[in-house]
């Protein structure tokens, strides 16, 4: 059942789950060579390096425990296997880690104007939600079953639902430890992508 994952997608949870791994026996150093830090970020808090331009991909090989693992690389599975089916693994791939990248943009951002204490972000988060977003305007009508409560819903409904709640979260701080805006920075590189391919605004090539 696992080879039959289309290769990217396939890929991306070994190395996520590979790297926890490594992660869990290392611990420190690799979080502070790794993960994503604020820009600005003294190295007396990371231990040896604040931030540095390859974080900005590498933070999202990283995951804050075995439940953080565990539910991205479901959602990797539940809904990367038949995007990359749907583009190709090289457009799936762009796709992807344009996500990732405005996740951590965003997340720079949000870490610079809210100030204190820094933080390291780590997950797959943004670009799971990056394929989410994905998934909602592909497969519209798609019904997809929450496990919490769990209420069958169409996929358009799901992505809208989970985006406003993760905009409220965001805002209202409600969840702390969460990079809300993170999530709707890989939503907007996903969506940001997909304009692209259509032709439409901001980018009118096809």
Known sequence: MFYSIPPVTRGLIIVCVAMFGVESGIGDPIVSYLALWPIG???EFTGALGFEPWQVITYSFLHGGVAHLAFNMFALFMFGGELERLFGPQRFFNLYFAAVITAAIT?????GVAGGAPYPTVGASGGIFGLLLAYGMYFPRRMILLLFPPIPMPASVFVILYGVLELY???????????HFAHL???LGAWLVIRHWRGRPPS???
């Open 107 to 111: 997340q720079l951002i949000f870490s």
């Open 204 to 206: 009118r090539m096809r």
């Open 169 to 179: 979260l965001g805002v209202t701080g409600t969840q702390e430890g969460v990079a």
């Open 185 to 187: 920075g890989g939503m």
């Open 41 to 43: 970020t003294s190295p």
